[in-house]
């Protein structure tokens, strides 16, 4: 089957695209005939910005020649290394600067963010999630029900699709809050659902769950370099992403962590603690007593790996380059192009799983294959398409607006249709 739409117009659409010129700053995986993969796994691993060696090698570099004296007279010193992300961080995720802090993994996170947030008390032990949450966040929501004495089958509560629908709705979230919001310590939602790409609305979340005393938090892990999250004016308690998705600083890098500045100077509210949380000023005198540093930083464990850090401010640099702003504009383009292609295929065996409306979705399409097996999927894949298969029967692909084209769009489409 032909596509109605010629390659030359997507072709045309890149030359109008003012952020085209950023895919040259990335290493495009090849085909096996040499050719760029069509890479639709962003939302999975983000590639490789060709500046990111030398930001490494500049570290390694350093510690070569200077060692411990790195700490201070590194170029970039490794001391406070972890403040020079925190600006664009912030910026990315909306937040001010004190609320971010680059630490630790994702998982990692979350549970530091249970250990303040999640305190059930009395009649109010339950935490909420939504249906098709990542696993890692589930085990680790349920991990801390057990940890405080609780039974996940009773405690841990999922806000589902209605029967017929792929993602939950909003009045549904209101109902169970009328019936069990007293008995709520937590909800926790994936800010962007990593199977279906729904965007959820954080502020009206937010403030329902605060309404009934319950403290909100979001995993941002498929949100953060790809939607404008606004996490400070959502008002969310907390927030946790990764950053090797959206965020292209390499396998398993450093997570990210927002904790709301009305909770930025409460030393009495319990944590886990190390002495990188503590007070900078007097960090080196080892004092026995604990004083948490303001804001989110307040938080941090142990002293960070610089390389890993490195590799996330090469990436950060290209995201400040591009600017958010532009980049989100551009990607609510490409995803409805996609979208817009994936209409032009006759029949009816790939729905599009994911919301229509470009508010309430990043730039990730879930493709729903009826009657599948994998074998579509791997066909695709043979012929140079690198994207995601998830059981039982979804194809998730992610056109990343800082390295894929208009031109991407077109060929996936083009080889999904002459494989069905
Ligand atoms: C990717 C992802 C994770 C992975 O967690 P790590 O601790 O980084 O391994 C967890 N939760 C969500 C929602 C994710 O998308």
């Not at 990111?52 to 350093?62: G, V």
């Not at 398993?252 to 709301?260: D, E, I």
């Not at 509210?269 to 004092?287: A, I, S, V």
């Amino acid at each position: 089957m032909a596509l109605e739409t010629k390659l030359e117009e997507a072709h045309e659409l890149d030359k109008k695209d003012t952020l085209s010129r950023f895919r040259e700053s990335f290493h495009i995986p090849k085909h096996k005939d040499g050719s760029d993969s069509i890479y639709f796994c962003g939302n999975s691993l983000g590639l490789q910005p060709k500046q990111t060696k030398e930001f490494l090698e500049q570290e390694l570099n350093d510690w070569a020649g200077l060692g411990v004296e790195g700490h201070f007279h590194a170029q970039n010193p490794w001391m406070p290394y972890h403040e020079f992300l925190s600006k664009k961080m912030a910026e990315i995720v909306g937040a001010q600067q004190h609320e971010v802090v680059v630490m630790n993994t994702l998982t990692t996170n979350l549970h530091l963010m249970m250990v303040s947030f999640y305190r059930p008390e009395g009649r109010r032990r339950k935490i909420l999630i939504e249906g098709d949450a990542f696993p890692s966040d589930r085990y680790a929501v349920a991990s801390q029900i057990k940890f405080h004495g609780g039974d996940p089958a009773t405690d841990l509560i999922t806000w589902q699709p209605r029967p017929g629908n792929n993602t939950p709705d909003m009045d549904d979230l209101k109902t169970i809050l009328e019936q069990q919001g007293d008995q709520i310590a937590l909800i926790m939602v994936g800010a962007v659902n990593y199977y279906t790409g729904q965007f959820f609305d954080l502020k009206s979340i937010t403030e329902l769950g605060h309404s009934y005393g319950i403290m909100v938090g979001f995993d941002c892990a498929h949100g953060a370099g790809n939607v404008d999250l606004r996490l400070h004016e959502s008002g969310a308690d907390f927030a946790v992403w990764c950053t090797y998705k959206y965020l292209n600083s390499g396998p398993g890098s450093l997570g990210g962590c927002f904790v709301h500045e009305r909770h930025a100077d409460r030393p009495e509210l319990p944590r886990f603690t190390g002495w990188w949380g503590h007070n900078k000023e007097t960090r080196f005198k080892m004092r026995d007593d604990f004083e948490p540093m303001y804001g989110a930083e307040g938080w941090q464990l142990s002293n960070p790996p610089i390389l890993s850090m490195a590799a996330i401010r090469a990436s950060l640099d290209l995201f400040s380059q591009a600017g958010f702003k532009a980049l989100r504009e551009k990607s609510v383009q490409l995803t409805a192009y996609l979208e817009f292609l994936l209409q032009q295929m006759q029949g009816d065996r790939i729905s599009i799983i994911t919301p229509s409306d470009p508010n309430w979705r990043g730039c990730q399409l879930s493709l729903a294959v009826k009657d599948a097996d994998r074998s579509l999927f791997d066909a695709i894949t043979a012929k140079g398409v690198i994207a995601d298969w998830r059981e039982p029967d979804v194809i998730r692909i992610a056109p990343v607006p800082l390295y894929n084209s208009f031109a991407d769009c077109w060929k996936f489409v083009d080889i999904l249709s002459s494989e069905m």
